[in-house]
Structure formats: structure tokens, C-alpha cells
């Protein structure tokens, strides 16, 4: 079932892979600083309207040349850098501190939804041919991205002060309590940012973590054709339990997470850690099984053990997630900036692992990829329970 009419060998597919983390990486690093700055609204439509022509324009760059299909992905990473920088930031403007593990829960669902969609649907539209097969699929993402666009530009404000969709009461709690707007001119506090350990322990759980991302939304349903020898057809659907369990489980475990913080019953720096601790820890665990014991005699072992690595994977939100964006709520698109930029650099070297791994023509490829995995995860998930928090730094306050 695995057809095309796009020879393209598995190197070059590769490359395409890691195109727009490289973009990523170029704007990743201002991108939450102009969000802090200048208001997070106005860089998100932009981005995003950008990343929906491209995708429109997909099929036609590609059939064009390969090159220029390649120079587009990087553009597309380019805007890609801007997206979760300025959500934090916004995040950080409208949530307050006891409810922003459900807040981080809720928005971030659309990775999953995106990711364990797209491979079903994706999988789907590549047999039908009456709707130009893979070439739907661009379409009908760049579709959803026009309906976005219109929401989001006529529904969404930089701050609850500047929205007119919610009540005078409710905005002046906000702003009272979360939100109150910076001068544009604030200073950045780098020279702090850059001594924290606490920020570096965010850094390091989130480089393991978008390793791991990368893998299964990129390389999973490559494991699943070469290891476990699946039609394309059964391909999508074990490939959308990991990301169906994520989606579920992130948004239980922050209510849990968040009604502790609210209780009492433990103070935020705890309930980050025991949650950063679970996901790193027991991923690591369901990663050497998945190394070790699924094949091609019994692949349904894998779709059990990425049922469970979902469920782990989850508390990464209530763990490293809300610890970098509650040290220091007013710099949020900043500190993600940096964040997401250790992110990128970790996408692209799992994607290039990968394609070495491959190319060297070593044996046991994914029970090397896996393991790694599973390394970065103790290396990183230990580093985070000595010096992690969940409570604002002394750096991070401003005054008002």
C-alpha cells in the first residue's frame, strides 16, 4: 500500500524531515522576546497565514522540484519558531499561576489531536485518488488554517483588557492578578536567565522530550513499515495511540496537578517535580520495551506499550512545562524561546541520528534509537528532580 508518484530516496526524505527545524532554529530564539515585547497576537497571524499558503502550495512545490519544496519547509520552520513562544506568552497574560498546568494541558492538545489525526487521516487520503490522494492532505490542512485565521483574528487579544468578548469584571481580575502589560522597553533579565539552573533543567527535560516527539511523529510509522512490517492501513492507527493517550491523560493530570498546587496539599516546586519524575522515568522504562520485545510475530505488543508511554509522556506538561512558565510569568516568551530553540536542535538530531543510523547500515537500528531515548530521559529526568521548581524566581518578578 505504500505508493507514490515522488521517488524520493530515504535520505532526501530525511532532510525534509529536519527542513523546518533548521528555520525553526533561526527564529526560535527572537521570537519570544518580540512576543514579550510587542504582544504575541499580531507575530502569530502573521506566521501562521504564512505557514497555510505554503501548505496550500505544497503539491505544486514539490512537483516542481524537490529543492524548492526543501526551501519551503524551512520557511515554514521559520514561522513554526513563533508558535509556541507566543502562546506562552499569551498564556502567561490570561492564566493565573494555580490553574496554568490546565492551561498548558488544554492548548497543547493540539499537538496531539494534530498528530494522531493527521496519521489516520493521512493514511486515509493517500488511497483515495479521486481527491488527488497525498496531495489532500495539504489541502485540507491549509483549509483548516483559513478557519483559524478568521477566529483568531476577530476572537483572540493580546490582553483581557483589549477583549471584547468576556465581562469588565473578569478583565479586571486578570489584569489585577496575571496580567498587567510590561513597557515595551522592559529590559530582559539575560544575565539571570542564563546563570538559573532551574531554566536549564526546563532546557534539558524539554531537549529529551521533543527528541522523543520527533521519533513518533515523524519516524514512528517507519518503525512500524521496517520492524514490525504493518500495511499502511494499520500503520495510521497504532500510530495515533500514543498521541490519543497523551491528549486524554495531559488534561486529567493537570486538574490533579493544579488541585494540589490549589489544596495545599503540596507546594508547586513538589508537584512539578513528582510529575517530571513519573513521565521521565517511565518512559524511559516503556522505551526499552518497546526496544526489546515488540516484531513482526507479535507487533500488537507495540500498540499496548505505546498505550502506557502515553499516558507517562503526559506528565511532562505538569512537570518541566509548567515550571517554565511559572519561573518567570512576565519573560514566558522568552524563557520558551530559548527552550523551544534546545527543542529544535534536539528534533534535528533525532531525525539525523536516524538517517545515520540508516546510512551506516548498522544492525538494530531502532533498538539503538530507542535507547537513547530512554538514556536521555533518566540523564535529564534526574538533573530536573535536584535543581527543578514550580515557583516564580526572584529574577523573573518585575515591578508594576
Given at each position: 500500500g505504500f505508493q507514490g508518484d515522488l521517488m524520493w530516496p530515504p535520505a532526501r526524505q530525511a532532510m525534509l524531515f529536519s527542513a523546518n527545524y533548521y528555520g525553526s532554529l533561526a527564529t526560535m530564539l527572537v521570537s519570544g522576546t518580540l512576543a514579550d515585547k510587542f504582544g504575541p497576537k499580531r507575530m502569530l497571524t502573521?506566521?501562521?497565514s504564512v505557514m497555510t499558503l505554503l501548505t496550500l502550495a505544497g503539491p505544486t512545490l514539490a512537483e516542481m522540484s524537490y529543492w524548492i519544496y526543501y526551501a519551503s519547509r524551512v520557511l515554514l520552520g521559520m514561522c513554526e519558531g513563533f508558535v509556541i513562544p507566543c502562546t506562552n506568552a499569551m498564556g502567561g497574560r490570561w492564566f493565573p499561576p494555580n490553574e496554568k498546568s490546565a492551561m498548558a494541558a488544554l492548548y497543547t492538545s493540539g499537538?496531539?489531536?494534530a498528530a494522531g489525526s493527521s496519521g489516520l487521516v493521512?493514511?486515509?487520503l493517500c488511497k483515495l485518488d479521486l481527491?488527488?490522494?497525498w496531495r489532500a492532505i495539504f489541502y485540507l490542512f491549509g483549509g483548516i488554517g483559513i478557519i483559524w485565521f478568521l477566529v483568531w483574528w476577530f476572537v483572540v487579544s493580546d490582553h483581557p483588557s483589549e477583549n471584547r468578548w468576556i465581562r469588565a469584571e473578569e478583565a479586571e481580575y486578570l489584569e489585577g492578578r496575571v496580567a498587567a502589560k510590561t513597557k515595551n522597553d522592559a529590559s530582559i533579565p539575560w544575565k539571570s536567565i542564563l546563570l538559573a539552573r532551574e531554566v536549564y533543567a526546563c532546557l534539558l527535560c524539554n531537549f529529551t522530550f521533543s527528541f522523543l516527539v520527533s521519533i513518533n511523529q515523524n519516524l514512528l510509522p517507519l518503525?512500524?513499515?521496517?520492524?514490525?512490517?504493518?500495511?499502511i492501513s494499520m500503520n495510521g492507527l497504532y500510530t495515533v495511540v500514543p498521541f490519543l493517550t497523551q491528549l486524554i491523560m495531559k488534561n486529567l493530570l493537570a486538574s490533579v496537578a493544579d488541585n494540589l498546587k490549589s489544596a495545599g496539599t503540596m507546594s508547586p516546586t513538589r508537584v512539578v517535580k513528582l510529575f517530571q519524575a513519573t513521565a521521565s522515568f517511565g518512559t524511559a522504562i516503556l522505551l526499552v520495551c518497546m526496544a526489546l520485545f515488540p516484531s513482526c510475530h507479535r507487533p500488537w505488543l507495540a500498540a499496548v506499550i505505546l498505550f502506557f508511554y502515553g499516558?507517562?509522556?503526559?506528565?511532562g506538561i505538569c512537570g518541566f512545562f509548567t515550571s517554565l512558565i511559572s519561573i518567570a510569568p512576565a519573560y514566558a516568551g522568552t524563557l520558551t524561546s530559548i527552550s523551544m530553540g534546545c527543542g529544535q536542535l534536539a528534533s534535528i538530531i533525532a531525525t539525523s541520528t536516524v538517517a545515520a543510523i540508516t546510512y551506516q547500515g548498522w544492525p538494530h537500528k531502532w533498538l539503538l534509537v530507542f535507547s537513547i531515548g530512554a538514556i536521555l530521559q533518566v540523564l535529564t529526568g534526574t538533573f530536573f528532580l535536584v535543581f527543578g521548581t514550580g515557583e516564580p524566581a526572584d529574577w523573573g518578578r518585575i515591578e508594576q
Open positions: 502573521i506566521a501562521i499537538n496531539q489531536i493521512g493514511a486515509a481527491f488527488g490522494g518503525y512500524f513499515k521496517e520492524e514490525l512490517r504493518l500495511p499516558i507517562f509522556f503526559a506528565g
